[in-house]
């Protein structure tokens, strides 16, 4: 891969989050990073690489110090971007920093786009595509098992799978064009029955990483638990009893909850985003109306539906909603009212049904368990992540691709057609998993995942 020009310059950028706190780094990459780091300092002497050297900050123009700071300079191309790369410590504060960051770029640097120091050092081949995109989930983990899924991928599991399954379609390849350049020679073909097995073992693992997408998506995403039900049937206080807090208004009023509120908990490492929604109902209230359009929204959004019935409601079987094929959990609530009401629903044979109250907390600590295994299956955390996962939509239709031209690929074989067919097909597939992994890519793909990146990453 080429790297694009504008890779040749410099640039700097806040790496630490806006606002007051004890540390902020400053970040520089490209061919200036020490040249300007040496302007923008009274150290005397050459900053040793991967040493962290005390010095002052200093105004170019005033030659006042700024700050005490501490540099880190990292020699390309043992760097994070694979250029050389100083990093800045100095003391926190929005003040300080920006005035920083205005005498690095008046010494020659620009501002970093979003992702820009990672987009170089994939650009750089320091990390390949699926590396990249992690370090942003890595970032955004909000649970133990989102983020040991994140790092792992940082470290280049799924790159290494990916790879693998790359070189065995390179090895398939290699052999039929290798028989094609001598088809001339007398030299003994490869059997179809062994092309097809080595196909077959590729499309096997293409397929498994395929199937690993909707738990990978789970544990980096959350699961999206929309809780539904008529008015007053107890959804926000399910959802402040499963936050342990006041989160949502609760009155005895119908309709008092008109928007959406959206909170996340984390259960058995994986991150339940609960949304309690306006109760359904026909209504002439303009913004009570608006507020169930929403609600009618999350359920199609939804990953699980949690449907909350009031026991002491004979007519509240059915809140008039459909669920549009998701798993629905069904939360009879309010049993501390009425314990006839608890037996006569207990007997109605539904698997997917829990009975509560959030009043007194009883059955609310089940929710979470119910949660997790009608979506994935599974208890969570206890589900071992040591395989690699893709976690993207855009790795999963990568992969479908990949399949797509190794069928045909297999339909040759099947049917008997020369090599040169079969290779054209084996070759889409390789072009196709290089789109997962950034073998091959395009500028939209690259501009697309990095300008979701923080500015400083």
């Known amino acids: 891969m080429t790297v694009p020009e504008s890779t040749t310059d410099t640039i700097a950028a806040i790496a630490t989050p806006r606002g007051v706190g004890g540390l902020s780094v400053l970040r520089i990459s490209g061919p200036k990073s020490l040249d300007i780091t040496r302007k923008s300092t009274t150290y005397p002497h050459s900053f040793e690489p991967y040493k962290a050297t005390f010095t002052h900050f200093r105004d170019p123009e005033t030659r006042e110090n ?70 942003a989930d890595l970032i955004d983990a909000q649970t133990a098992t989102s983020h040991r899924l994140a790092y792992q991928q940082v470290e280049g599991r799924l790159k290494d799978t990916v790879a693998e399954i790359r070189q065995h379609l390179i090895d398939t390849v290699s052999i039929l064009e290798l028989e094609l350049d001598f088809a001339e ?46 008015p007053n049937a107890g959804k926000s206080s ?15 009023v119908p309709g008092t909850t008109r928007d959406t509120i959206e909170e996340a908990i984390s259960h058995q490492g994986v991150e ?21 359009s929403k609600a009618e929204d999350f359920i199609d959004q939804a990953d699980v539906i949690l ?22 959990i069904t939360i009879f609530n309010k049993i501390d009212l009425l314990e006839e009401a608890q037996s006569r629903h207990q007997s109605d044979g539904n698997n997917h049904a829990l009975y509560t109250s959030a009043t ?79 073998e091959t890519t395009t500028d939209d793909i690259l501009n697309n995942i990095f300008e979701n990146f923080c500015i400083g990453k």
Do not use: W
């Open 66 to 135: 700024l700050d005490e700071v501490v540099v880190t300079y990292f020699q390309g191309p043992k760097s994070y971007t694979g250029e050389d790369v100083v990093e800045i410590s100095c003391h926190g504060g929005y003040y300080v920093t920006k005035r920083l960051l205005r005498v690095i770029i008046s010494h020659g640097a620009r501002m970093a786009d979003p992702g820009e120091f990672t987009k170089r050092a994939f650009l750089n081949g320091r990390i390949d595509l699926t590396q990249a995109e992690a370090v």
């Open 185 to 230: 020679d007398e030299i003994s073909k490869t059997p179809y029955s062994q092309v097809r097995t080595r196909i077959e073992t590729v499309r096997k693992n293409c397929e498994q990483l395929v199937e690993s997408y909707n738990q990978g998506r789970l544990y980096r995403e959350g699961i999206l638990a929309t809780i539904v039900g008529r």
């Open 238 to 252: 399910i959802l402040n009893a499963l936050l342990k807090e006041d989160r949502a208004l609760v009155s005895e």
């Open 272 to 292: 339940i985003r609960l949304v309690d929604t306006a109760g359904l109902r026909q209504s002439t209230d303009k913004i009570e109306s608006m507020g169930i």
């Open 307 to 328: 449907h909350v019935v009031d026991v002491t409601d004979d007519s509240d079987s059915d809140s008039g909603f459909s669920s549009n094929g998701k798993p629905v």
């Open 360 to 438: 007194e907390m009883t059955g609310i600590s089940d929710i979470g368990d119910f949660i997790i295994e009608t979506v994935m299956g599974n208890s969570g955390e206890s589900e071992s992540t040591e395989t690699a996962a893709i976690t993207k939509e855009r790795h999963r239709e990568a992969l479908r691709s990949t399949i797509e031209s190794l069928d045909r690929a297999l339909e040759s074989t099947a049917r008997g057609m020369s090599s040169e067919f079969i290779v054209v097909d084996l070759r889409a597939a390789l072009d196709s998993l290089g789109l997962l992994s950034g």
